[in-house]
């Protein structure tokens, strides 16, 4: 367990010393000498960018630090999945346009269930694990190319299913996707995350007595698979 905690202390310090490092040699060359205007301009795009970047880690380690105080600090109420899709969806409906991304829902409960689609859950932390979802979808999705996105619902839980056009996850790499921390080497995408999202997403499945499973799509891409127990 030390070895666990000193390991992910050691990680989270290189995620937020790496931006911290940047930022301050950026804020050092523009304070050597007077900078044109398109000058200070790039400094401060990539500065931005470098905060922005700095948030979304502190804000999933602050999440993650949340998911593993586990059952205990979930604040259970019942909670409608197709509503969190709709609304994740929604979120990202400007940055999918400008990526020439089409985005599908599919939703299916079959006949006679009541309640469809609810679960007894936390539904901010539910709101995260969707998001990071499409999110992540978004994020390893070629131009011009599709998302789907099906909630399933079946007689003791509902399942989500996210599925891409990207360009997948190796074989050697599948078991280390949700560790903490790890990204998949690809040259061929350019991406920038803290290797938090999918263990969190993990993490939030199984404290609500689900799972996350991830396949190849077999028509390319990539395809999560989430189970979220209904009580």
Known sequence: MFVS???????????LKTPLTILRGEIEIALKKNRTTEETQDLLKSQVLELGFLSRVVDNLLLLARVEGGVAFLLRTPVRLDEVVLEGISRFEKLARENNLTIKLDLDHGEGVADPFVVQGDEDLLKSLVTEMIGNAIKYSPRESSISVRVLDHADFVSLHFIDKGPGVPESDREKIFER???????????????LGLSIAKKIAEIHGGKITYNNNPLGGSHFAIEIKKV
């Open 5 to 15: 905690q000193e390991r992910f202390i050691a990680d989270a310090s290189h995620q």
């Open 181 to 195: 921390f790890y990204r998949v080497p690809n040259k061929a995408v350019e991406t920038q995350g803290s290797g």
